[in-house]
Protein backbone atom coordinates (compact mmCIF):
# COMPACT_ATOMS: atom_id res chain seq x y z
CA UNK A 1 0.00 0.00 0.00
CA UNK A 2 1.47 3.05 -1.31
CA UNK A 3 1.58 6.61 1.08
CA UNK A 4 -1.02 9.13 0.54
CA UNK A 5 -1.77 10.60 -2.93
CA UNK A 6 -2.18 13.93 -4.15
CA UNK A 7 -6.22 14.51 -4.18
CA UNK A 8 -5.70 15.82 -7.66
CA UNK A 9 -3.92 12.21 -8.96
CA UNK A 10 -6.88 10.45 -7.23
CA UNK A 11 -9.29 12.28 -9.54
CA UNK A 12 -7.28 11.31 -12.22
CA UNK A 13 -7.35 7.67 -11.63
CA UNK A 14 -10.88 7.64 -10.92
CA UNK A 15 -11.45 9.23 -14.00
CA UNK A 16 -9.70 6.96 -16.28
CA UNK A 17 -11.67 4.16 -14.75
CA UNK A 18 -14.94 2.69 -14.04
CA UNK A 19 -16.09 1.89 -10.14
CA UNK A 20 -16.10 -1.73 -9.62
CA UNK A 21 -19.76 -3.05 -7.50
CA UNK A 22 -17.17 -5.59 -5.93
CA UNK A 23 -14.14 -5.10 -3.68
CA UNK A 24 -10.65 -5.40 -5.67
CA UNK A 25 -9.21 -6.36 -2.51
CA UNK A 26 -10.26 -8.23 0.71
CA UNK A 27 -6.96 -9.76 2.46
CA UNK A 28 -4.73 -7.00 3.36
CA UNK A 29 -1.27 -7.95 5.59
CA UNK A 30 1.00 -5.83 8.04
CA UNK A 31 4.55 -7.41 7.87
CA UNK A 32 2.88 -10.75 6.66
CA UNK A 33 0.71 -10.63 9.83
CA UNK A 34 -3.25 -11.14 7.91
CA UNK A 35 -6.00 -8.35 8.93
CA UNK A 36 -9.04 -8.68 9.74
CA UNK A 37 -11.95 -7.98 7.04
CA UNK A 38 -15.48 -7.25 7.54
CA UNK A 39 -17.25 -7.48 3.66
CA UNK A 40 -20.30 -6.02 4.86
CA UNK A 41 -18.42 -2.58 6.15
CA UNK A 42 -15.33 -3.36 3.22
CA UNK A 43 -13.33 -2.88 6.51
CA UNK A 44 -9.91 -4.20 7.25
CA UNK A 45 -8.80 -4.01 11.06
CA UNK A 46 -4.96 -4.02 11.82
CA UNK A 47 -3.89 -4.42 15.18
CA UNK A 48 -0.73 -2.46 16.46
CA UNK A 49 -1.17 -2.82 20.28
CA UNK A 50 -1.46 0.12 22.97
CA UNK A 51 1.83 0.96 23.53
CA UNK A 52 2.73 2.62 20.52
CA UNK A 53 1.45 6.15 22.67
CA UNK A 54 0.99 8.94 20.11
CA UNK A 55 3.48 8.26 17.68
CA UNK A 56 2.83 5.63 14.58
CA UNK A 57 4.65 2.12 14.46
CA UNK A 58 5.97 1.44 11.20
CA UNK A 59 3.72 -0.32 9.04
CA UNK A 60 3.92 -2.83 5.85
CA UNK A 61 0.67 -3.16 4.63
CA UNK A 62 0.43 -5.54 1.30
CA UNK A 63 -2.15 -7.11 -0.54
CA UNK A 64 -0.64 -11.06 -1.13
CA UNK A 65 -2.62 -12.32 -4.68
CA UNK A 66 -4.26 -9.15 -5.67
CA UNK A 67 -2.28 -9.27 -8.89
CA UNK A 68 -2.39 -6.04 -11.23
CA UNK A 69 -4.00 -4.19 -8.26
CA UNK A 70 -2.55 -1.07 -6.64
CA UNK A 71 -3.23 0.57 -3.70
CA UNK A 72 -2.92 4.07 -2.03
CA UNK A 73 -3.98 5.95 1.00
CA UNK A 74 -6.59 8.32 0.31
CA UNK A 75 -6.78 9.39 4.11
CA UNK A 76 -3.24 10.58 5.86
CA UNK A 77 -3.51 8.85 8.93
CA UNK A 78 -0.15 10.70 10.28
CA UNK A 79 -2.28 13.45 10.88
CA UNK A 80 -3.63 12.10 14.06
CA UNK A 81 -2.05 10.96 16.87
CA UNK A 82 -2.21 7.00 17.35
CA UNK A 83 -3.56 6.62 20.48
CA UNK A 84 -6.44 9.01 19.06
CA UNK A 85 -6.96 6.93 16.28
CA UNK A 86 -7.00 3.85 18.30
CA UNK A 87 -9.47 4.77 20.93
CA UNK A 88 -11.94 6.55 18.48
CA UNK A 89 -11.49 3.94 15.57
CA UNK A 90 -11.15 6.52 13.06
CA UNK A 91 -11.54 4.84 9.45
CA UNK A 92 -8.67 5.46 6.70
CA UNK A 93 -9.79 5.09 3.54
CA UNK A 94 -7.48 3.13 0.75
CA UNK A 95 -8.06 3.27 -2.58
CA UNK A 96 -7.66 0.36 -4.93
CA UNK A 97 -7.39 0.23 -8.60
CA UNK A 98 -6.34 -1.44 -11.49
CA UNK A 99 -5.79 -0.18 -15.26
CA UNK A 100 -9.79 -0.44 -15.97
CA UNK A 101 -11.21 0.01 -12.44
CA UNK A 102 -10.87 1.47 -8.81
CA UNK A 103 -12.65 0.77 -5.40
CA UNK A 104 -12.68 1.95 -1.94
CA UNK A 105 -11.90 0.52 1.33
CA UNK A 106 -11.28 1.43 4.86
CA UNK A 107 -8.63 0.38 7.38
CA UNK A 108 -9.27 0.75 10.59
CA UNK A 109 -6.16 0.03 13.46
CA UNK A 110 -7.30 -1.55 16.76
CA UNK A 111 -5.24 -2.12 19.94
CA UNK A 112 -6.13 -5.36 20.47
CA UNK A 113 -4.80 -8.83 18.66
CA UNK A 114 -7.24 -9.85 15.81
CA UNK A 115 -7.99 -13.70 15.26
CA UNK A 116 -9.05 -14.41 11.76
CA UNK A 117 -11.19 -17.70 11.95
CA UNK A 118 -12.69 -18.72 8.33
CA UNK A 119 -14.16 -22.35 7.88
CA UNK A 120 -15.54 -24.43 5.24
CA UNK A 121 -19.32 -25.13 6.34
CA UNK A 122 -21.43 -23.12 9.01
CA UNK A 123 -19.93 -23.53 12.34
CA UNK A 124 -22.02 -25.99 15.18
CA UNK A 125 -21.57 -27.94 18.17
CA UNK A 126 -19.69 -30.43 15.89
CA UNK A 127 -15.94 -30.07 14.50
CA UNK A 128 -15.95 -27.82 11.62
CA UNK A 129 -12.41 -27.46 9.60
CA UNK A 130 -11.02 -24.04 10.09
CA UNK A 131 -8.09 -22.29 8.72
CA UNK A 132 -7.04 -19.37 11.58
CA UNK A 133 -4.57 -17.05 11.55
CA UNK A 134 -3.94 -14.25 14.43
CA UNK A 135 -2.00 -11.54 14.30
CA UNK A 136 -0.72 -9.15 17.17
CA UNK A 137 2.39 -6.57 17.48
CA UNK A 138 4.61 -9.23 19.09
CA UNK A 139 3.94 -11.74 16.22
CA UNK A 140 1.34 -14.00 14.40
CA UNK A 141 0.46 -17.66 13.15
CA UNK A 142 -1.57 -19.40 10.79
CA UNK A 143 -2.62 -22.49 11.56
CA UNK A 144 -5.33 -25.26 10.86
CA UNK A 145 -7.72 -26.31 12.87
CA UNK A 146 -10.85 -27.19 14.09
CA UNK A 147 -13.25 -25.33 15.53
CA UNK A 148 -16.84 -25.90 17.22
CA UNK A 149 -19.30 -23.96 19.51
CA UNK A 150 -19.48 -23.76 23.07
CA UNK A 151 -21.53 -22.94 26.58
CA UNK A 152 -24.68 -22.92 27.47
CA UNK A 153 -25.40 -19.19 28.18
CA UNK A 154 -24.08 -18.43 24.47
CA UNK A 155 -26.22 -21.30 22.80
CA UNK A 156 -29.14 -18.65 22.39
CA UNK A 157 -27.16 -15.63 21.27
CA UNK A 158 -26.06 -14.07 18.32
CA UNK A 159 -22.74 -13.59 19.23
CA UNK A 160 -21.49 -17.21 19.77
CA UNK A 161 -18.13 -18.76 21.79
CA UNK A 162 -15.96 -20.83 20.15
CA UNK A 163 -12.81 -23.49 21.01
CA UNK A 164 -10.39 -23.89 18.28
CA UNK A 165 -8.21 -26.66 18.13
CA UNK A 166 -5.02 -26.84 16.22
CA UNK A 167 -4.42 -29.46 14.11
CA UNK A 168 -1.84 -30.72 11.63
CA UNK A 169 -1.60 -33.61 8.97
CA UNK A 170 -4.30 -35.48 6.90
CA UNK A 171 -5.94 -37.37 10.08
CA UNK A 172 -6.14 -33.66 11.87
CA UNK A 173 -3.61 -34.70 14.54
CA UNK A 174 -3.19 -32.08 17.62
CA UNK A 175 -0.81 -29.57 16.93
CA UNK A 176 1.01 -26.33 18.89
CA UNK A 177 0.69 -22.86 18.10
CA UNK A 178 2.34 -20.10 19.58
CA UNK A 179 -0.47 -18.26 20.45
CA UNK A 180 0.01 -14.32 20.93
CA UNK A 181 -0.57 -13.49 24.31
CA UNK A 182 -1.33 -17.00 25.99
CA UNK A 183 2.14 -18.54 24.12
CA UNK A 184 2.60 -22.47 23.48
CA UNK A 185 -1.12 -24.01 23.34
CA UNK A 186 -2.85 -26.68 21.61
CA UNK A 187 -6.31 -24.98 21.48
CA UNK A 188 -7.92 -21.84 23.02
CA UNK A 189 -11.50 -20.47 23.93
CA UNK A 190 -12.65 -17.39 22.89
CA UNK A 191 -16.23 -16.75 25.20
CA UNK A 192 -18.67 -14.01 23.70
CA UNK A 193 -19.11 -12.79 27.03
CA UNK A 194 -23.16 -12.36 26.07
CA UNK A 195 -24.22 -13.04 29.96
CA UNK A 196 -21.40 -9.83 30.96
CA UNK A 197 -21.86 -6.76 28.79
CA UNK A 198 -18.89 -5.10 31.02
CA UNK A 199 -16.66 -8.26 28.94
CA UNK A 200 -14.95 -7.75 32.72
CA UNK A 201 -16.20 -10.56 34.94
CA UNK A 202 -14.98 -13.69 33.40
CA UNK A 203 -11.00 -12.04 33.49
CA UNK A 204 -11.42 -10.33 36.56
CA UNK A 205 -12.53 -13.98 38.46
CA UNK A 206 -9.56 -15.64 36.74
CA UNK A 207 -7.26 -12.50 37.75
CA UNK A 208 -8.48 -12.85 41.40
CA UNK A 209 -7.72 -16.76 41.57
CA UNK A 210 -4.38 -16.21 40.25
CA UNK A 211 -4.00 -14.37 43.14
CA UNK A 212 -4.99 -17.02 45.77
CA UNK A 213 -3.99 -20.14 43.73
CA UNK A 214 -0.54 -21.38 42.77
CA UNK A 215 -0.47 -21.64 38.89
CA UNK A 216 0.82 -25.26 38.68
CA UNK A 217 -1.80 -26.67 40.95
CA UNK A 218 -4.75 -28.84 39.20
CA UNK A 219 -7.56 -26.85 37.26
CA UNK A 220 -5.39 -23.59 38.39
CA UNK A 221 -5.96 -19.97 36.95
CA UNK A 222 -6.03 -19.76 33.36
CA UNK A 223 -4.82 -17.12 31.36
CA UNK A 224 -6.54 -14.80 28.93
CA UNK A 225 -6.50 -12.18 26.74
CA UNK A 226 -8.92 -9.60 24.95
CA UNK A 227 -9.13 -10.03 21.20
CA UNK A 228 -11.30 -9.40 18.43
CA UNK A 229 -12.42 -11.92 16.22
CA UNK A 230 -13.69 -12.02 12.16
CA UNK A 231 -15.60 -15.25 11.27
CA UNK A 232 -15.66 -15.73 7.92
CA UNK A 233 -15.04 -12.20 6.76
CA UNK A 234 -17.93 -10.79 9.68
CA UNK A 235 -16.69 -8.99 12.31
CA UNK A 236 -17.57 -10.83 15.61
CA UNK A 237 -16.56 -8.43 17.95
CA UNK A 238 -14.11 -8.47 21.77
CA UNK A 239 -13.67 -12.21 23.03
CA UNK A 240 -11.71 -13.05 26.03
CA UNK A 241 -9.31 -15.85 24.88
CA UNK A 242 -8.48 -18.17 27.29
CA UNK A 243 -6.75 -21.31 27.21
CA UNK A 244 -8.80 -24.44 27.89
CA UNK A 245 -8.56 -27.12 30.52
CA UNK A 246 -7.29 -30.18 29.58
CA UNK A 247 -8.03 -32.95 32.14
CA UNK A 248 -4.57 -35.08 31.61
CA UNK A 249 -2.31 -32.29 31.66
CA UNK A 250 -3.93 -30.89 34.67
CA UNK A 251 -4.07 -33.96 36.74
CA UNK A 252 0.04 -34.92 35.42
CA UNK A 253 0.27 -31.92 37.59
CA UNK A 254 -0.29 -33.58 40.85
CA UNK A 255 2.63 -36.60 39.58
CA UNK A 256 2.50 -38.19 36.07
CA UNK A 257 0.47 -41.43 37.93
CA UNK A 258 -2.07 -39.02 38.72
CA UNK A 259 -4.32 -39.97 35.82
CA UNK A 260 -4.64 -43.85 36.61
CA UNK A 261 -5.77 -43.17 40.27
CA UNK A 262 -7.99 -39.57 40.34
CA UNK A 263 -10.89 -38.75 39.53
CA UNK A 264 -12.08 -35.31 38.24
CA UNK A 265 -16.18 -34.28 38.77
CA UNK A 266 -17.92 -31.02 37.58
CA UNK A 267 -21.01 -29.74 39.28
CA UNK A 268 -23.77 -28.75 36.29
CA UNK A 269 -27.69 -28.06 36.00
CA UNK A 270 -29.22 -31.19 34.17
CA UNK A 271 -30.46 -28.72 31.73
CA UNK A 272 -27.63 -28.42 29.78
CA UNK A 273 -26.42 -31.95 30.68
CA UNK A 274 -24.36 -33.07 27.27
CA UNK A 275 -22.85 -36.58 26.41
CA UNK A 276 -21.16 -36.68 29.69
CA UNK A 277 -22.48 -39.47 32.57
CA UNK A 278 -23.66 -37.66 35.62
CA UNK A 279 -25.18 -38.54 39.12
CA UNK A 280 -27.84 -36.30 40.88
CA UNK A 281 -27.00 -33.99 43.20
CA UNK A 282 -28.72 -35.18 46.50
CA UNK A 283 -28.78 -31.52 47.64
CA UNK A 284 -30.49 -29.31 45.27
CA UNK A 285 -32.71 -30.56 42.40
CA UNK A 286 -31.52 -30.36 39.34
CA UNK A 287 -27.70 -30.33 39.37
CA UNK A 288 -25.95 -32.53 38.60
CA UNK A 289 -21.85 -34.09 38.75
CA UNK A 290 -20.62 -34.60 35.55
CA UNK A 291 -17.67 -36.88 35.19
CA UNK A 292 -14.72 -35.21 33.36
CA UNK A 293 -11.82 -38.21 33.81
CA UNK A 294 -12.10 -41.38 35.93
CA UNK A 295 -8.77 -44.04 35.40
CA UNK A 296 -11.45 -46.85 34.86
CA UNK A 297 -14.24 -47.38 32.99
CA UNK A 298 -17.60 -48.94 34.63
CA UNK A 299 -16.68 -47.34 37.95
CA UNK A 300 -16.69 -43.07 36.67
CA UNK A 301 -18.41 -42.56 39.73
CA UNK A 302 -16.72 -44.65 42.74
CA UNK A 303 -14.49 -41.68 43.48
CA UNK A 304 -17.27 -39.76 44.25
CA UNK A 305 -19.25 -41.66 47.07
CA UNK A 306 -17.56 -40.63 50.09
CA UNK A 307 -18.06 -36.76 49.32
CA UNK A 308 -22.07 -37.98 48.27
CA UNK A 309 -22.48 -39.77 51.52
CA UNK A 310 -21.10 -36.54 52.86
CA UNK A 311 -23.41 -34.46 51.87
CA UNK A 312 -26.00 -36.49 52.78
CA UNK A 313 -25.73 -36.92 56.05
CA UNK A 314 -28.87 -35.78 57.94
CA UNK A 315 -28.74 -32.71 60.27
CA UNK A 316 -28.48 -33.12 63.59
CA UNK A 317 -26.21 -33.44 66.66
CA UNK A 318 -26.09 -37.25 66.08
CA UNK A 319 -25.16 -37.15 62.90
CA UNK A 320 -22.68 -34.46 63.15
CA UNK A 321 -19.79 -37.16 64.58
CA UNK A 322 -19.62 -39.38 61.57
CA UNK A 323 -19.89 -35.80 59.42
CA UNK A 324 -17.01 -34.33 60.93
CA UNK A 325 -15.53 -37.66 60.42
CA UNK A 326 -15.96 -37.84 57.03
CA UNK A 327 -14.97 -34.11 56.33
CA UNK A 328 -10.97 -34.65 58.47
CA UNK A 329 -10.51 -37.75 56.46
CA UNK A 330 -11.89 -37.04 52.90
CA UNK A 331 -11.65 -32.78 52.54
CA UNK A 332 -8.61 -30.69 51.90
CA UNK A 333 -9.62 -27.65 54.75
CA UNK A 334 -7.42 -25.81 52.87
CA UNK A 335 -8.94 -26.44 49.53
CA UNK A 336 -12.40 -25.91 50.50
CA UNK A 337 -12.44 -23.04 52.65
CA UNK A 338 -9.95 -21.14 50.32
CA UNK A 339 -12.83 -22.16 47.25
CA UNK A 340 -16.04 -20.89 49.97
CA UNK A 341 -14.09 -17.58 50.37
CA UNK A 342 -13.20 -16.89 46.92
CA UNK A 343 -17.10 -17.43 45.96
CA UNK A 344 -18.28 -15.29 48.60
CA UNK A 345 -15.98 -12.57 47.87
CA UNK A 346 -16.82 -12.16 44.26
CA UNK A 347 -20.49 -12.88 44.59
CA UNK A 348 -20.33 -15.76 42.66
CA UNK A 349 -23.82 -16.90 42.52
CA UNK A 350 -22.91 -20.01 39.82
CA UNK A 351 -19.81 -21.47 41.06
CA UNK A 352 -20.82 -23.99 43.40
CA UNK A 353 -24.11 -26.21 42.07
CA UNK A 354 -22.79 -25.19 38.52
CA UNK A 355 -19.42 -24.50 36.98
CA UNK A 356 -17.41 -26.10 40.39
CA UNK A 357 -14.17 -29.08 40.00
CA UNK A 358 -14.39 -31.49 42.69
CA UNK A 359 -11.48 -33.15 42.36
CA UNK A 360 -10.78 -36.90 44.24
CA UNK A 361 -6.91 -37.63 44.68
CA UNK A 362 -6.15 -40.83 45.90
CA UNK A 363 -3.05 -40.14 48.40
CA UNK A 364 -2.08 -42.86 51.22
CA UNK A 365 -5.14 -45.19 50.36
CA UNK A 366 -7.65 -42.67 50.84
CA UNK A 367 -9.49 -40.17 48.63
CA UNK A 368 -9.37 -36.27 49.53
CA UNK A 369 -11.42 -33.99 47.52
CA UNK A 370 -9.83 -30.84 46.42
CA UNK A 371 -12.11 -27.51 44.14
CA UNK A 372 -11.99 -25.06 41.42
CA UNK A 373 -13.91 -22.95 39.46
CA UNK A 374 -14.89 -22.65 35.80
CA UNK A 375 -17.00 -20.02 33.81
CA UNK A 376 -17.34 -17.29 36.21
CA UNK A 377 -19.39 -14.71 34.55
CA UNK A 378 -22.01 -14.51 36.73
CA UNK A 379 -20.08 -12.73 39.45
CA UNK A 380 -19.18 -9.12 40.91
CA UNK A 381 -22.45 -8.07 41.67
CA UNK A 382 -24.49 -9.12 38.20
CA UNK A 383 -26.42 -11.60 41.24
CA UNK A 384 -29.72 -8.68 42.07
CA UNK A 385 -31.33 -9.10 45.06
CA UNK A 386 -34.57 -10.12 43.97
CA UNK A 387 -37.08 -7.07 42.30
CA UNK A 388 -35.13 -4.67 43.98
CA UNK A 389 -31.90 -4.25 41.25
CA UNK A 390 -29.91 -3.92 44.63
CA UNK A 391 -26.71 -5.75 45.17
CA UNK A 392 -26.86 -9.70 46.77
CA UNK A 393 -24.56 -9.71 49.51
CA UNK A 394 -25.97 -12.40 51.67
CA UNK A 395 -23.52 -15.98 51.66
CA UNK A 396 -24.28 -18.23 49.07
CA UNK A 397 -25.47 -21.79 49.81
CA UNK A 398 -22.03 -24.50 50.11
CA UNK A 399 -24.04 -27.02 52.15
CA UNK A 400 -20.86 -29.16 53.40
CA UNK A 401 -18.98 -26.01 54.51
CA UNK A 402 -21.93 -24.33 56.31
CA UNK A 403 -21.99 -27.70 58.32
CA UNK A 404 -18.55 -27.66 58.84
CA UNK A 405 -18.31 -24.55 60.64
CA UNK A 406 -21.64 -24.96 62.19
CA UNK A 407 -20.03 -27.75 63.96
CA UNK A 408 -16.35 -26.28 63.70
CA UNK A 409 -14.78 -29.35 62.13
CA UNK A 410 -11.64 -30.57 63.68
CA UNK A 411 -12.10 -27.41 66.10
CA UNK A 412 -9.77 -25.39 63.32
CA UNK A 413 -12.33 -24.69 60.28
CA UNK A 414 -13.84 -21.48 62.17
CA UNK A 415 -10.23 -20.33 63.11
CA UNK A 416 -9.01 -21.63 59.30
CA UNK A 417 -11.75 -19.59 57.67
CA UNK A 418 -11.30 -16.50 59.52
CA UNK A 419 -7.35 -15.98 59.14
CA UNK A 420 -7.08 -16.88 55.56
CA UNK A 421 -10.06 -14.44 55.26
CA UNK A 422 -8.24 -11.59 56.70
CA UNK A 423 -4.71 -12.46 54.42
CA UNK A 424 -7.11 -12.57 51.19
CA UNK A 425 -8.17 -9.07 52.78
CA UNK A 426 -5.11 -7.43 53.10
CA UNK A 427 -3.41 -8.96 49.63
CA UNK A 428 -6.58 -9.91 47.39
CA UNK A 429 -9.91 -9.03 48.14
CA UNK A 430 -9.52 -5.37 48.61
CA UNK A 431 -10.88 -2.05 47.25
CA UNK A 432 -7.78 -0.86 45.19
CA UNK A 433 -6.68 -4.03 43.83
CA UNK A 434 -9.92 -4.74 42.34
CA UNK A 435 -10.18 -0.95 41.11
CA UNK A 436 -6.76 -1.35 39.65
CA UNK A 437 -7.64 -4.12 37.78
CA UNK A 438 -10.82 -3.15 36.35
CA UNK A 439 -9.07 -0.12 35.86
CA UNK A 440 -6.68 -1.97 33.35
CA UNK A 441 -9.33 -4.03 31.34
CA UNK A 442 -11.52 -0.60 31.15
CA UNK A 443 -7.93 0.78 29.40
CA UNK A 444 -7.54 -2.68 27.08
CA UNK A 445 -11.05 -2.23 25.94
CA UNK A 446 -11.27 1.94 25.19
CA UNK A 447 -8.13 2.56 24.64
CA UNK A 448 -7.88 -0.17 21.90
CA UNK A 449 -11.54 1.06 20.39
CA UNK A 450 -12.48 -2.96 20.70
CA UNK A 451 -14.99 -2.27 23.21
CA UNK A 452 -17.24 0.71 21.22
CA UNK A 453 -16.99 -1.43 17.97
CA UNK A 454 -18.27 -4.60 19.86
CA UNK A 455 -21.59 -2.50 21.02
CA UNK A 456 -22.25 -1.05 18.08
CA UNK A 457 -22.50 -4.55 16.90
CA UNK A 458 -24.36 -6.25 19.04
CA UNK A 459 -26.08 -3.45 20.81
CA UNK A 460 -26.62 -1.20 17.83
CA UNK A 461 -25.26 1.80 19.88
CA UNK A 462 -21.30 2.61 20.56
CA UNK A 463 -20.98 1.98 24.23
CA UNK A 464 -17.55 2.96 26.16
CA UNK A 465 -16.40 0.27 28.64
CA UNK A 466 -17.77 0.64 32.34
CA UNK A 467 -16.90 -1.43 35.59
CA UNK A 468 -18.20 0.99 37.97
CA UNK A 469 -20.55 -1.79 38.67
CA UNK A 470 -18.47 -3.97 40.07
CA UNK A 471 -16.15 -1.76 42.18
CA UNK A 472 -19.12 -0.47 43.66
CA UNK A 473 -20.20 -4.11 44.68
CA UNK A 474 -16.97 -4.85 45.99
CA UNK A 475 -17.01 -1.70 48.33
CA UNK A 476 -19.95 -2.54 49.40
CA UNK A 477 -19.66 -6.36 49.60
CA UNK A 478 -16.13 -6.64 51.20
CA UNK A 479 -16.99 -4.69 54.71
CA UNK A 480 -20.29 -6.35 54.76
CA UNK A 481 -18.01 -10.29 54.86
CA UNK A 482 -15.38 -9.09 57.27
CA UNK A 483 -18.73 -8.39 59.63
CA UNK A 484 -20.38 -11.90 58.55
CA UNK A 485 -17.00 -13.54 58.96
CA UNK A 486 -15.99 -12.04 61.91
CA UNK A 487 -18.43 -13.98 63.94
CA UNK A 488 -17.46 -17.19 62.89
CA UNK A 489 -14.03 -16.12 64.92
CA UNK A 490 -16.15 -15.85 68.49
Known amino acids: VAPVMEIEEIWAIEDARVESDAPLVTVLENHGMRLGYDEAENTFYCPIGLETGDEWPQLHLTAPGAKGVQLVFVDDYSYDWCSDALRDGYPYQILTYTDTEFAYAQIVFTGLPVIVMETEAAVSYEDTAAQVTMASPEGGVAARAMTHLRGAGSAFSEKKSYKIDFVHGQK ?22 VMDSSLMRDRLSWDVYAMIAGENEPYGPRRTQYVELFVNDRYAGVYIMMEPVDDGEELQKRGANAPATDSVYRTAQLEYAGERAYVENPMREGSIYEIYHAPASGHEFDALAPYLALEQLPDGEEYDAEFERLVMEHIDLESILRYYLFVQGGGMSDNVFNNMYVLAHRENGRTVYRFAPWDMDLTWGR ?21 MLEIDAGGVTRAMLTQMWADMRETVFNEENIQRLVDGYVNELDASGAYMRDALRWRGEA ?6 EITTFAAEHFPILDDTFAGFAQ
Do not use: T, W
Open 172 to 193: NAGAIADVPGLGQADDIILLAG
Open 463 to 468: YLADGY
Open 383 to 403: YKNGDSGDFYHDLFSFNVVER
